[in-house]
């Protein structure tokens, strides 16, 4: 068995196609998500909003307004506007040049003033009329407080002023940290890469079967059993696919620095289950039927490309998509599985889902072993008109 | 008796309606270089996978080494070597570790499948090109590299199944000198082919196949002996008259004379000296000849007495 593993890997080390599809492809495409992506990110983060306040001296927002703008405006994390003091003269020639998004009018209550043509800017002028409406609804709130609660004016005030400086509300992160949404490609990518390892687990099928090739032929009538046979291949393609997998998965770590760092030992257990899971997957549609090597490396193709649109390689939400009408897929669908193990490995603090999931894909993988046998196993054939 | 190394009995294997082997039975003893000779799709190759378990079959039993064939008897696989039609080996690796790879499936000592691999190297004429690998040899050398991969492990029963096909004059030769060389060596062996030079120059007895049948066995000589055709005598002639020609045929053992283009073609069934009894005749009726050509029959003539048509048709 021994023997028959060192040959095998021999044979799959230089093969050169099997060493693109499972280690080059996914590195490349791994850079071009990177290079995509990340100006999606950019693109995609928040800028404090540039606005201009006029304040009217003496006008009873005037001093409470301030005091949040200016909380508002402090440079740092959560800084959310871009603040210039100026006069009404300076702050209309401002917004004339779009230097900033809107002007706030600080009088008896707080008015914004937008230009019409920055369609560009809505999100910011939109920023700025919910903080406008806010503050206003706030100072209406108070000037009621005050009529008929006056004792509870000042801490109806320091509430009013928490609740808009943001210090009220804050976002907390539910997962292990934050994740950038398009991480969610990348576990696609490893899901993808693992599964065109059934490229090399077709051959398994094809190489023991004496009705498809000529080294089928050659092996079946050999002094090895095919069960041995098979076994060692198997083992030794699963082991190398697994090489290759964690090579381009330290790559997208490392070199690419995508966001998959936590729980290392785990995502590596996991790129050898899914390597596992595509040599059987191969192995399985290899020893379907008795048509030639062209025929069912389409299907194998096919099933792996279709496996990963599922599991939404190519369209980020499909996962959900399937996981609100038809759940069920989504629990057997190897590269969703993968996918969503790696998921669970970089969000929930919980293993549970992860080990689901393992599960699943070792028990999916030791079913397709086990058909993929069971359909090969030592017999005679009808005919031998495929090999070639 | 010695038991047969190979026992076919009555043979049935249909593909559909096709029937590609049609009550087939043969015995190969040991020693024997035994050949399957017969036309493509007449069955030879059918019969070797049935032989090898790799093809099922309707009916009849096959024996290798006395024991039943079956898909798993590994003990008997071990003894036997195949060379098969199409090249089988692989791409990625080079000459030695292709023969070294197969030879493995068989020989499981180290030391013993090195010496092993090493002497079908040599046996192949391949020493040059151990590191090559099969995508940079020719035709013929590939071809010696499928035979090194079936006869490393040494079996005593080698298949071949027209190893020869597409092979250049000089490949050829080697590879049936080796086979040959096999064959003094131990090993019996069974030898398909539809070149019937091939087998007439290197196998001991032959089965003559059609239609998934056998039509006759035997050694060239009791084949040859079976019809009715034993030598073809033509003399270039002038001239021939019809009187003379019909005198020719009314001699002893001759049972077809043609004369066309100069050229007299005279069938002889058996006999003796028949050349010189024509030329005799010639010489008394004073007709000139030109050059005189006496031919044995061939495997083919064989072939297209017993079945009407050509070998390689």
């Known amino acids: 068995m021994l023997f028959n593993i060192q040959y095998t890997w021999r044979i799959l080390a230089r093969n050169k196609t099997n060493l693109f599809w499972i280690l080059f492809f996914p590195i490349t495409l791994g850079c071009l998500f990177k290079v995509a992506f990340s100006n999606m990110s950019t693109s995609e983060r928040f800028s404090p909003v540039p606005v201009a306040i006029v304040c009217e001296e003496g006008a009873p927002s005037a001093e409470p307004f301030c005091a949040i703008a200016e909380e508002l405006g402090k440079e740092g994390e959560n800084q959310m506007l871009a603040i210039t003091w100026c006069d009404e003269k300076e702050a209309m020639r401002l917004l004339k040049e779009k230097s900033v998004d809107g002007i706030l009018f600080v009088k008896d209550r707080v008015t914004l003033t937008v230009s019409s043509n920055m369609n560009n800017v809505q999100i910011n002028q939109s920023i700025l009329q919910i903080l406008t409406e806010r503050y206003n609804a706030g100072m209406a709130l108070l000037e009621d407080t005050a009529a008929l609660y006056p004792d509870r004016l000042a801490a109806a005030a320091e509430t009013l002023q928490t609740a808009i400086s943001g210090e009220f509300c804050r976002e907390i992160s539910y997962s292990r940290s934050p994740q950038d949404p398009y991480t969610q490609y990348f576990y696609n990518l490893i899901a993808m890469a693992c599964l065109f390892a059934s490229m090399a687990g077709l051959h398994i099928s094809l190489n023991n079967q004496g009705n498809l090739t000529a080294l089928g032929a050659r092996k079946n009538i050999s002094a090895t059993g095919k069960l041995t046979s098979i076994t060692s291949e198997l083992i030794a393609t699963a082991l190398f696919e697994f090489l290759l997998n964690t090579l381009a998965f330290l790559f997208l770590v490392f070199v690419l620095k995508v966001d998959m760092t936590a729980r290392l030992p785990l995502a590596v257990f996991s790129i050898l289950i899914s390597s596992l899971t595509g040599v059987s997957l191969g192995f399985f549609i290899g020893s379907i039927g008795n048509r030639g090597e062209d025929f069912k490396t389409g299907v194998s193709t096919a099933v792996s490309m279709v496996c990963c649109f599922l599991s939404g390689l190519m369209v980020g939400n499909m996962r959900i998509l399937i996981e609100e009408h038809a759940p069920f897929l989504n629990r057997i669908n190897p590269a969703a599985l993968i996918s969503d193990s790696f998921y669970c490995l970089n969000v929930y603090e919980s293993l549970e889902r992860y080990a689901a999931d393992s599960l699943t894909l070792i028990l999916l993988s030791a079913g397709l072993c086990l058909g993929g046998f069971l359909m090969t196993r030592r017999k005679r054939y009808a005919g031998l008109s495929n090999v070639s | ?313």
């Open chain 2, 1 to 313: 008796m010695n038991t047969p190394v190979v026992k076919i009995d009555n043979l049935v294997k249909r593909y559909k309606e096709l029937v590609a082997l049609d009550h087939f039975s043969l015995e190969i003893a040991e020693g024997e270089i035994f050949g399957l000779l017969g036309p493509n799709g007449s069955g030879k190759t059918t019969a070797i996978n049935c032989i090898l378990s790799l093809l099922a079959y309707d009916k009849g039993r096959i024996e290798v080494f006395g024991k039943e064939m079956k898909p798993d008897s590994y003990d008997l696989k071990r003894r036997i070597g195949v060379v098969m039609q199409n090249v089988a080996v692989f791409d990625e690796l080079t000459v030695y570790e292709n023969i070294d790879y197969f030879c493995g499936l068989y020989v499981r000592d180290k030391q013993l499948r090195k010496q092993y691999v090493e002497e079908a190297v040599q046996f192949a004429g391949l020493e040059e090109f151990t590191k090559f690998q099969p995508k940079k040899l020719s035709g013929g050398l590939l071809r010696r590299l499928n035979i090194a991969c079936g006869i490393a492990h040494k079996p005593k029963l080698i298949i071949l199944d027209e190893p020869t096909v597409a092979v250049d004059p000089q490949s050829r030769n080697r590879i049936l000198e080796g086979i040959t060389k096999l064959n003094e060596n131990g090993a019996s062996i069974i030898y398909t082919s539809h070149y019937m030079e091939e087998v007439e120059q290197i196998c001991t007895r032959i089965a003559i196949m059609d239609k998934g049948r056998i039509l006759a066995t035997g050694t060239q000589k009791e084949l040859k002996k079976m019809i009715k055709k034993s030598e073809i005598i033509t003399i270039e002639l002038i001239e021939l008259p019809e009187a003379d020609r019909q005198a020719i045929l009314a001699l002893p053992h001759v049972y077809q004379a043609d004369f066309s283009g100069h050229r007299l073609v005279v069938l002889c069934s058996g006999g003796k000296h028949n050349l010189i009894r024509i030329l005799n005749y010639l010489n008394e009726r004073d007709l000139s000849v030109g050059h005189v050509y006496s031919k044995q029959p061939t495997l083919n003539d064989v072939f297209l007495e017993i079945t009407g048509k050509e070998l390689r048709d």
